[in-house]
Structures are given as C-alpha cells and as structure tokens.
C-alpha cells in the first residue's frame, strides 16, 4: 500500500495550492489527499484537523502552508503518532502577536459589513515576489482561489486562526522529520519564523526559496517539489 502526503492548504486557497506538488507525488507513487477547509462547521482549527484526520489513514505525511501550518500542529497536538513527517511551508509555530489579532479583527470588521474584497490586485505584492507578479496565470489563480471561496469561509478561517495557541513547546517534543521551508521574500511569515521552527524541531531541517514570497508552491513549484521529495526520504 502506497503511502499518504496530505496537503492542508493556507487561508482562501485550496487544492490549487499544491497542484504542482500533489501531480508530482503521485507520479512518483504516494497518494495525495488535499484537506478542504471551507465547511460550515470549521469554526476552529480542532474542526478542520478532526476532519482531515476522518479521512486519513493511520500514519501518513503532512505537508501544509500558512494557515494549513496552523492546522497542522493542531493534528501535532491531538494526535503525533499518527504523523511520519511534518512539512511545514511559510508558516508559524507562535500565536498572533497582538497587532496581528488586531489586523485580523479588523479584516473581520470589513467583512461582517459586507466589504469582503478577497485577494485583490492591490493585496498581491504581499502575498507574491514581485517575479512572480509579472505571471498573469498565477496572479489570477490566487484571486480565483479566494473569490471561489468567499467571504463566509474568510470570516471562518479568520476566526479560527484568531484562537489559536503558541505551540512552540509543543513542536519541541515533535521528534520525527520536521522540514521549515519559506520564501526568502515571505512578507506575511517572514523567513525568521521558520528558522525558529527548524531551531526548535529536535529533527528540523529548513529550505530557503530564493526570490520567492508567501505562496511558495504556486511560486516555486518545482523547487518546492524537489524539497518534499528529500524530505519523503528521511
């Protein structure tokens, strides 16, 4: 039996996010499943992890970016046996630092009043390395992503990341293959939190993506690829 890479995507992104990586695993014989995290019921991080767990196998592998990060130490938390190896893309072991929840309850103000605007082309360059702004079929993507999913499920997601807990002490007893990757152009977890997540990791490994920002798999798909297939190997 082959084994499992589930995926768990970030904020306003799904399946699209690892496309590149998903394809790739498959052809190389693992299975891939891709969490959805837009359901009613995830109000909370526990919700989207319980649900993922549901549809997983025993052990497998978990690759996830961003707010998929966030969910993913969730799983940790709940249940580490179940977990071989841990990726963990352009994302944060530590709790929102105050001006964060501040920002995020603000972007939740917006929308409650109906002003859900998604990834518009004015918020792009904090999400992308400016090379990858000048690739329309990737900038459209990345609008599509959070258009398709809208303003109910933002509102959700917000919420859930706004509740969670600083899980550093947590990862520090985590002792299986903990790869920190990220663009060194990350403007929304900037490179620091990942060298602090390889740091604290007792088997933590970090890869830097050269000229690349948050969105690391749609950015640097193959390089990103050529890291996770190393890491399938540890």
Known sequence: MSHTVAFFPGLLCDDR????????????GYEAYVADFSAAHHESL????????????????????????????????????RVERLALLDTNARADAPEAAARRRGLLA???????????PRLLPLYLHENSLQQPALTAAVMDMAESLGP??????????????????????????????????????????SEEIAAIAPQGELVVIEDCGHLSTMESPETVTQALRAWLQK
């Open 152 to 193: 109910e499920v933002f509102k959700r997601q917000q919420a859930a990341i706004l509740g969670r807990a600083d899980q550093r002490d947590m990862l520090a007893g985590f002792d299986a293959p903990v790869l920190a990757l990220c663009g060194r152009q990350d403007q929304v977890t900037p490179l620091s939190l």
């Open 46 to 81: 526990e919700a989207m992890a319980l649900d993922a767990l549901a549809d997983l196998p025993d052990r497998f592998s978990l690759v996830a970016l961003s707010m998929g990060g966030y969910v993913a130490l969730k799983v940790i938390e709940l249940v580490p046996h």
């Open 110 to 120: 917006l929308s409650e009043k109906g002003n859900f605007k998604g990834v518009t």
């Open 17 to 28: 996010l690892f496309e590149a990586q998903s394809r790739a695993l498959v052809a190389d």
